[in-house]
């Protein structure tokens, strides 16, 4: 075992999967020499040469497009986007393309590659670096998106994504890329896609979370619990498509109350769906509304408003408060 920050552990994913299978190749801006602008692929290219781990132009769109074209022909490409607020100029060829390609080969294609990207706020960076535009891609039939919030997790779930036969986005939290440091194995493991991980059990209320706000709603959890006494229940989602139900609805029929904490805005966020489909299953068993925290409907704001944007711990209790004093 090894004690590593989360973008160490998508480091030693990487140089897992490059050493496994010579089909993987790496591409991106400052991915080979200068090895990331978080040094996600530091060492990488000089381990396993220019050709596996490729510097390329600035063009999102000509990342993504040759991605397609690697994948189609046997290649599995794990193109970077250096942060999810850049991947505009390139939707095109995530909506058009790479979630597309199986359906309108009619099964004879498929693109097995993944898209990493850093995403989320509060790391005091310019304008279009800290965006939390998860739900374009989860809107998105035939993408599967993934979001980590630890380092374990980071490790299994990317090398997961790696084996997947379908196109993963991997997005990164990277305000906790070296926040905090657990242990991560190092052989090669994978942690499967589409299961939620219970954080904490509980019988009073289900609190569930992703990425960066899983940790800092567990904080909140343990506060309220040392001076309320409640009893809650956190599950941190991993996959965001397909988003486990399962486990969602069955602990939400165990403790009556629900609240979905997200760092994208409220309107038509992730959140919206799982409180639609907690109503639709779960009507009988709720004691209260379900409760959705999020950030303002406002695009990302500069320094010292950002800390205020996105749910504060002050905001997480007041909405666990909200359904268990309803």
């Excluded at 040469?49 to 390329?56: F, H, I, L, S």
């Excluded at 509060?122 to 374009?136: D, V």
């Excluded at 980071?154 to 036969?165: Q, R, T």
Aim: include cysteine; charged fraction near 20%.
């Amino acid at each position: 075992m090894s004690q590593l920050t989360l973008v160490q552990a998508v480091q030693d994913a990487l140089r897992c999967a490059l050493a496994a299978d010579e089909h993987i190749v790496l591409l991106g801006e400052d991915v080979g020499r200068n090895g990331g602008v978080f040094r996600a692929t530091e060492g990488l290219q000089e381990q396993f040469g220019a050709e596996r781990v490729v510097d390329t132009p600035l063009s999102e769109s000509g990342i993504l497009g040759a991605s397609v074209g690697l994948a189609a022909n046997g290649m599995r490409p794990v193109p970077e986007i250096q942060f999810l607020g850049f991947i505009y100029p390139g939707f095109q060829q995530v909506v058009a393309h790479i979630a597309r390609m199986r359906w309108r080969s009619q099964g004879r294609y498929s693109l097995p590659l993944v898209v990493r990207a850093p995403f989320g706020g509060r790391i005091r960076a310019p304008e279009m670096h800290s965006e939390s535009t998860e739900t374009y891609f989860i809107h998105t039939p035939g993408l599967t998106v993934v979001v980590p919030s630890n380092p374990y997790d980071a490790k299994g779930l990317l090398l997961a994504s790696i084996e997947s036969p379908d196109p993963v986005i991997f997005l990164e939290p990277m305000r906790i890329y070296r926040a905090f440091r657990t242990e991560v194995p190092e052989e090669y493991y994978t942690l499967p896609l589409g299961k939620a991980a219970v954080v904490k059990e509980g019988k009073d209320v289900t609190v569930v979370a992703w990425g960066t706000l899983v940790r800092e709603t567990l904080e909140v959890i343990r506060q309220l619990e040392r001076e309320q006494g409640w009893s809650i229940e956190l599950l941190d989602l991993r996959t965001l498509s397909p988003w486990d139900e399962e486990a969602v609805l069955n602990s939400v029929r165990k403790t009556g109350r629900a609240v979905v904490v997200q760092e994208s805005v409220l309107q038509l966020g992730l959140a919206a769906e799982i409180a639609a489909r907690v109503g639709e299953e779960c009507l009988l068993d709720l004691e209260a509304p379900v409760v959705r925290v999020s950030s303002w409907d406002v695009p990302p704001p500069l320094f010292q408003l950002e800390d205020w944007h996105a749910p504060t711990a002050q905001r997480i209790e007041n909405g666990i408060g909200r359904v268990m004093t309803f």
